[in-house]
């Protein structure tokens, strides 16, 4: 069976109340309590999105991202009452889509998930569209749009699901300086989205992109604006 979100959260009266609410707004939802559930709810169903505690009992949310992004590539939302930087760093840094900090507004992250799920539909129908030979090239790179993957001196670079929607707004729009308030309307769908989340994903694209990530000469920083996306040989 397929869900919209599944929420992995060791409280169990929140998550409860989370997921009724989702399921009332509309938005299929489902909730497990631990690391072993959730492998095993996904082992026999699927779903859109993940909203991840950090905090999972005696397992750990950070270990259980990394599991599941080697073998799917949905967003996934941290969800945890650790406000530390290093701690959002490093969920972002794993794979980690956006990080949300309890306690949360039901309404506020109903919202972001909405947003996200409608774009997260809309690519993934976009590049199941296109045909396999939907190749851009970018300096010394070739970019795959049908199967979301950067192609660097022969090697594939899978790009996660947030990564693929930047790039391809990125390149849309090339040459031209976006704003990080653009960014968080067009492909977070909100405005209560950090700074930090938006500048990890920026470096992690530079890392698959960029031949030195510390000197970009595609993907550049324009300081007090946002960035600027530039086709250079």
Request: with cysteine; hydrophobic share 40%.
């Given at each position: 069976m397929h869900y919209s979100v599944l929420i992995v959260d060791d409280e169990q009266e929140l998550s409860e109340y989370t997921c009724k609410y989702f399921n009332m707004s509309g938005v299929s939802a489902a909730y497990v309590l631990d690391q072993k559930s959730a492998l095993e709810f996904l082992a026999e169903n699927t779903c859109s999105l993940i909203l991840l505690d950090i905090n999972l009992g005696e397992d750990s949310g950070f270990e259980l991202c990394q599991m599941l992004r080697a073998k799917m590539n949905v967003p996934i939302f941290f969800i945890s009452a650790r406000q530390a930087e290093d701690d959002m760093l490093l969920a972002l840094s794993i794979g980690g889509d956006d990080y949300i900090c309890k306690p949360y507004s039901l309404g506020v992250l109903l919202a972001k998930v909405k947003a996200v799920l409608k774009r997260y539909e809309e690519s993934k129908s976009s590049v199941e569209s296109e045909e396999p030979k939907?190749?851009?090239?970018l300096g010394k790179v070739t970019i795959d749009l049908s199967k979301a993957v950067v192609i660097r001196d022969g090697e594939k670079l899978p790009l996660k699901a947030m990564e693929f929607r930047l790039l391809v707004y990125m390149l849309n729009n090339r040459d031209r300086i976006i704003k990080k308030e653009e960014f968080f309307e067009k492909i977070w769908g909100s405005e209560f989205v950090g700074d930090v989340t938006l500048n990890v994903h920026i470096r992690h694209?530079?890392?698959?992109?960029?031949?030195?990530?510390?000197?970009?000469?595609?993907?550049?920083?324009?300081?007090?604006s946002g960035f600027i996306l530039e086709d250079v040989p």
């Amino acid at each position: 069976m397929h869900y919209s979100v599944l929420i992995v959260d060791d409280e169990q009266e929140l998550s409860e109340y989370t997921c009724k609410y989702f399921n009332m707004s509309g938005v299929s939802a489902a909730y497990v309590l631990d690391q072993k559930s959730a492998l095993e709810f996904l082992a026999e169903n699927t779903c859109s999105l993940i909203l991840l505690d950090i905090n999972l009992g005696e397992d750990s949310g950070f270990e259980l991202c990394q599991m599941l992004r080697a073998k799917m590539n949905v967003p996934i939302f941290f969800i945890s009452a650790r406000q530390a930087e290093d701690d959002m760093l490093l969920a972002l840094s794993i794979g980690g889509d956006d990080y949300i900090c309890k306690p949360y507004s039901l309404g506020v992250l109903l919202a972001k998930v909405k947003a996200v799920l409608k774009r997260y539909e809309e690519s993934k129908s976009s590049v199941e569209s296109e045909e396999p030979k939907n190749l851009v090239k970018l300096g010394k790179v070739t970019i795959d749009l049908s199967k979301a993957v950067v192609i660097r001196d022969g090697e594939k670079l899978p790009l996660k699901a947030m990564e693929f929607r930047l790039l391809v707004y990125m390149l849309n729009n090339r040459d031209r300086i976006i704003k990080k308030e653009e960014f968080f309307e067009k492909i977070w769908g909100s405005e209560f989205v950090g700074d930090v989340t938006l500048n990890v994903h920026i470096r992690h694209l530079r890392e698959k992109i960029e031949e030195d990530p510390s000197n970009p000469v595609h993907i550049k920083t324009v300081w007090g604006s946002g960035f600027i996306l530039e086709d250079v040989p």
